[in-house]
């Protein structure tokens, strides 16, 4: 009976500790398709990392806060992280497969630009901004 209550004990615990959340980070590459699926203006801090996972980088400039994450290809390959410049280069050469930066004001979420590299092999924006459709603007480097 006290190997029952142990084992059933065990399994709860480690029940209570899955992470079924849906980050990202935690479960799949921080593709277009993702951020699709999950970026909405006017999410809070929790649910923003709740969807994408702890962010990497933040800073708050004019009443404006700004996240990045990223998506590296390789596990060895590390780079600057800055809020101030996209990783132009690093999407280009492949070692960096994507950037995102959530922009918020009063805590919520109100733009969302992803970084990638397009099959024109330059790097494009994807944009999510409050009152509008999403969209998909060329950049340049």
Avoid: H
């Amino acid at each position: 009976m006290k190997k029952i209550l142990g084992l059933l004990l065990t399994i709860t615990a480690l029940l209570g500790c899955s992470d079924e959340s849906n980050s990202a980070k935690d479960n799949e590459a921080l593709t277009k398709s993702f951020v699709e699926e999950n970026a909405e203006v006017g999410l809070s801090y929790d649910e923003v990392r709740e969807r994408f996972g702890e962010e990497e980088l933040s800073d708050v400039v004019d009443n404006t806060e700004t996240w990045l994450y990223d998506d590296t290809s390789k596990e060895d390959f590390d780079y600057e992280k800055t809020l101030e410049v996209v990783a132009f280069d690093e999407i280009e050469s492949g070692d960096v497969d994507a950037q995102l930066y959530i922009n918020f004001i009063d805590g919520k979420a109100f733009m969302y630009s992803y970084f990638y590299l397009g099959e024109d092999n330059k790097v494009w924006e994807y944009q999510i901004i409050p009152d509008a459709e999403p969209l998909d603007i060329p950049t340049s480097s």
